[in-house]
T-cell receptor
Framework: TQLLEQSPQFLSIQEGENLTVYCNSS?????LQWYRQEPGEGPVLLVT?????EVKKLKRLTFQFGDARKDSSLHITAAQPGDTGLYLC????????FGTGTRLKVLA | NAGVTQTPKFRVLKTGQSMTLLCAQD?????MYWYRQDPGMGLRLIHY???????AKGEVPDGYNVSRLKKQNFLLGLESAAPSQTSVYFCASRTGQTDTQYFGPGTRLTVL
């Protein structure tokens, strides 16, 4: 069974702080995605990274795919209350394997 | 353009009862997926379909059946519900050209 472990599971920080969420696996993926999910809704895709070592930026969010395509990180700079939500990574083989999730709460 | 819709939003069943969850998409997507989401376990793939008339098993298919008679609809059936099937169920769809999955709003199912 392929697993994607995310850490931390929970994170509560003050507005303006920086944070990093990690997504790790022993499996190699052809691509890796990050989603954000708000209560009562389905996940919404933030980004897809495809190449080992690739870095993508989306405003204050920076996503990196590991060189070996087994892991990824999401870094948020100067977090805002609007960043609150559940962050999920998903690795693609012939299907999508979702991570265990990181629940982020940003306090004003 | 409604995207992906799911019916119903909430349902409570007794052990042994059956039900069908409906997923509909209006984006002409080829691929459709059913996931379940449980606390601390992310999303797990139940079944998926790569086109009308085709279905395949995912990670956790036991106790579920699916059908895709029309391209826009993907049905998930529980023949004899068990408490272990209490979960939030999400449907998703995508084209064959991109990796972007579009998710529905979910169905919260409780089996007593």
């Amino acid at each position: 069974t392929q697993l994607l472990e995310q850490s931390p599971q929970f994170l509560s920080i003050q507005e303006g702080e920086n944070l990093t969420v990690y997504c790790n696996s022993s499996s190699v993926f052809s691509s890796l995605q990050w989603y954000r999910q708000e209560p009562g809704e389905g996940p919404v895709l933030l980004v897809t990274v495809v190449t080992g070592g690739e870095v993508k930026k989306l405003k204050r969010l920076t996503f990196q795919f590991g060189d070996a395509r087994k892991d990824s990180s999401l870094h948020i700079t100067a977090a805002q209350p609007g960043d609150t939500g559940l962050y999920l990574c998903a690795g693609r083989t012939y299907k999508y394997i979702f991570g265990t999730g990181t629940r982020l709460k940003v306090l004003a | 353009n409604a995207g992906v819709t799911q019916t119903p939003k909430f349902r409570v069943l007794k052990t042994g009862q059956s039900m069908t969850l409906l997923c509909a998409q209006d984006m002409n997507h080829e691929y459709m997926y059913w996931y379940r989401q449980d606390p601390g376990m992310g999303l797990r793939l139940i079944h998926y379909s790569v086109g009308e008339g085709t279905t395949a098993k995912g990670e956790v298919p036991d106790g579920y059946n699916v059908s895709r008679l029309k391209k826009q609809n993907f049905l998930l059936g529980l023949e004899s519900a068990a408490p272990s099937q209490t979960s939030v169920y999400f449907c998703a769809s995508r084209t064959g050209q991109t990796d972007t999955q579009y998710f529905g709003p979910g169905t919260r199912l409780t089996v007593l």
